[in-house]
């Protein structure tokens, strides 16, 4: 399920400036569940941070051509869907819309979503 699917509201968190976050790279939030901010192809993508297949990060994983791939087991994710793209992983990861305003990043994330006390984003 994507959040423009989805029914929650959404809020809008700052992630970084837009100048923090290189191209095939990951800024990760300290959030329940942990959603991180991935740059590929000069375009943002904010997903679950979690792999679905095992509990492992998805921003420590090799990101390339708008894929992520868990460092893990390989599983391979599209940023722009979620969708898995190779075994072992069947489920998708859920996506969360990104935006660039005044130089920062900001990831929208439905209010059940949590931000740890003083949470700082920082790159993964």
Do not use: Q
């Not at 400036?17 to 991935?38: E, K, N, W």
């Not at 791939?69 to 489920?91: D, V, Y």
């Amino acid at each position: 399920m994507t959040a423009e699917t989805s029914s929650e509201n959404t809020r809008w968190v700052r992630v970084c400036a837009v100048g923090d976050l290189g191209d095939d790279d990951a800024v990760r939030l300290d959030s329940s569940p942990p959603v991180s901010v991935f740059k590929s192809n000069g375009e943002y993508f904010g997903v679950d941070d979690t792999c679905t297949h095992e509990t492992y990060s998805l921003a420590d994983g090799w990101i390339e051509d708008c894929v992520v791939e868990c460092p893990l087991h390989m599983a391979k994710f599209c940023l722009r869907t979620g969708r898995p793209l190779s075994p072992p992983a069947t489920t998708a990861v859920r996506t969360h819309p990104v935006r660039t305003e005044s130089g920062d990043i900001h990831v929208g994330l439905p209010d059940s979503y949590e931000l740890k006390e003083g949470a700082r984003c920082g790159t993964a």
